[in-house]
Nanobody, 115 residues
Framework: QVQLVESGGGLVQPGGSLRLSCAASGFTFSWYTVTWYRQAPGKERELVATITRSGGTTSYADSVKGRFTISRDNAKNTAYLRMNNLKPEDTGVYYC????????WGNGTLVTVSS
């Protein structure tokens, strides 16, 4: 059974930090590029960060560059998104995606940044 399960979301004040996790099962995780996306209420889904299958190359949306860090541990079949200095505009549902042609998606974890 193919699954991606996100966790680690919650309510945090501006300036706070969270670490999201994406646990994969049922496929060869190390073959896949992993991307974190997010979708704020009333907005289109946007790409947040991407990491290649070996972890050697990462890329980030300009809006999160310098604040977020994507990483992966293929031995644990898990990817992570460390989010620092969170802002209200970071609020949204965060989704993990794994892709080699075919896409696998998790169901998302909600991050709310509010005072």
């Amino acid at each position: 059974q193919v699954q991606l399960v996100e966790s680690g979301g919650g309510l945090v004040q501006p300036g706070g930090s969270l670490r999201l996790s994406c646990a994969a099962s049922g496929f060869t995780f190390s073959w896949y590029t992993v991307t974190w996306y997010r979708q704020a209420p009333g907005k289109e889904r946007e790409l947040v960060a991407t990491i290649t299958r070996s972890g050697g190359t990462t890329s980030y949306a300009d809006s999160v560059k310098g604040r977020f860090t994507i990483s992966r541990d293929n031995a644990k079949n898990t990817a992570y998104l460390r989010m620092n200095n969170l802002k209200p505009e970071d609020t949204g549902v965060y989704y993990c995606n794994a892709k080699v042609g075919m896409d696998y998606w998790g169901n998302g974890t909600l991050v709310t940044v509010s005072s």
